[in-house]
Structures are given as structure tokens and as C-alpha cells.
């Protein structure tokens, strides 16, 4: 039976394990892991996640940011959406980022933004399912590695 909630620290390695579905070949070492999750825990940070059998299936992170804008409403960005390649299309990453939403309106946010990658077309159409806009902003990035 999956379950869902939101990730607890001895889950971690479970997360780290499914996340090598989504950057293939990243491997971070626990100890860092370790002490990322602890400042993660310092901030407006939530990892929402599904669960079957003790082990993380699906997830994402939305961290809520502060605006000075919109009468002073936060904003909600949604990041690292993974669902196990085992467990897709049965509606479990859906429920992992209609619980982000939720908690973003419960936040008081006016909107939330979810950047993918432009190639990923398939999940362009699952984000759209679930309600995002493909179309009204366009993002730009700068990276540093």
C-alpha cells in the first residue's frame, strides 16, 4: 500500500537511492547528504514523498519563498519531481505534487513554479495534467557547473 507524506530523516537514503532515476551516474556521499538535509531543515523547505515497503518511490521538494509583491503572498517553486520507473502512470507522482500545492496554498502562496527540462517532453504533459501552465513564463537559467 503506498503512503504518503513527507520525508523523514531516516529516509534519506531512500531518497538519494531514487534520485539516481533522475541524474543518472550523481552520487552524492552520506555524509554530505547529511549535512545538506540539515540545512534544508533550517529553512521553508518540504520534501513531499510516496512510500511502499519502507522505501521512498516517488518525491519532490517545494521550498516557499517570501514576496515582497501580490500583498506580501509567498511563492512556491517545485523542484526534483521523481517518480520510480517501476511505479509511473498509476497516479502516485500526481498525489507527491497535488500534496506540494496544497501546502503551498496552505503557505499562502499566489503561485508555484515547476522548471523541467525542455527536452523532457512527456513530463511537460504530466505537469500540464496536473494543472501547470507551460506557457506563461519562460525561464532562464545561468549555471555554475
Known amino acids: 500500500m503506498v ?44 520534501y513531499f514523498v510516496a512510500r511502499e515497503n519502507s522505501e521512498i518511490i516517488a518525491s519532490c521538494y517545494i521550498c516557499i519563498v517570501s514576496n ?32 506540494a500545492v496544497q501546502y503551498a496554498k496552505d503557505q499562502n502562496c ?9 527536452e523532457r517532453i512527456d513530463a511537460h504533459a504530466f505537469y500540464e495534467s496536473v494543472g501547470f501552465d507551460g506557457e506563461s513564463k519562460k525561464a532562464f537559467e545561468l549555471r555554475f557547473d
Open 68 to 99: 515582497l509583491t501580490r500583498g506580501g503572498k509567498s511563492i512556491g517553486f517545485i523542484e526534483n519531481v521523481i517518480t520510480d520507473i517501476k511505479y509511473r502512470r498509476k497516479g502516485i507522482g500526481k498525489t507527491v505534487i497535488k500534496n
Open 110 to 118: 499566489y503561485k508555484v513554479l515547476l522548471l523541467s527540462g525542455k
Open 3 to 46: 503512503e504518503y507524506g513527507l520525508l523523514k530523516e531516516n529516509e534519506l537514503l531512500s531518497l538519494l537511492k531514487l534520485y539516481q532515476q533522475l541524474n543518472v551516474g550523481e552520487v552524492i556521499d552520506e555524509s554530505t547528504a547529511t549535512n545538506v538535509w540539515n540545512n534544508i531543515q533550517q529553512q521553508n523547505i518540504r
